[in-house]
């Protein structure tokens, strides 16, 4: 009887089956005892106005390190991130960030002090929403960049 070259019998299969399971639990293990030795991590995010973004950031408390006409990078302590003058609308509407701080509360009445909706017609702020890992505020920059400060109810989340 000769054998159609298209139909795979089951044990074929399996074998087939076998052998990626092996390959990627192979992949798997190589890639879980990659050393990372990190030293930080700094997202891009975009503006559609830069110089108001830089205001914006400089307003929030960030210090401003210019790097090019088009880049700067912002920090505070050990954290960062870039601003570039590149606006994708559907990039900026689908960027968050997250900064864990130890106050939400202190946080939230900081951020409203401040104003920034009076200052920055695109800004929203938003008050602090509980959920079962923890408490956060919500913050739109001018260009539509939501941030969320928060902090975790249990360290480990």
């Known amino acids: 009887m000769q054998r159609n070259p298209t139909v795979i019998d089951s044990n074929q299969a399996l074998s087939k089956l ?7 639990n192979t992949n798997h293990h ?84 401040l104003d920034l909706p009076g200052k920055y017609p695109e800004a929203r702020v938003s008050p602090i929403k509980v959920d079962y890992w923890g408490r956060e505020c919500f913050l739109h920059d001018p260009s539509g960049i939501l941030w969320h400060f928060g902090e975790f109810f249990n360290q480990t989340t």
Do not use: C
């Open 18 to 24: 076998l052998s990626f399971t092996f390959v990627a």
């Open 30 to 113: 190589l890639l879980s005892v990659m050393e990372h030795h990190a030293k930080s991590i700094r997202p891009f995010i975009g503006a559609k106005n830069f110089e108001l973004s830089r205001e914006f950031y400089r307003t929030l408390g960030f210090d401003e390190k210019v790097i090019s006409p088009n880049m700067s990078l912002f920090t505070t302590g050990e954290l960062a991130f870039y601003l570039q003058d590149a606006y994708v609308k559907d990039w900026i509407d689908n960027t968050m960030i997250f900064l864990e701080v130890n106050n939400v509360s202190r946080y939230f009445q900081e951020l409203t002090a």
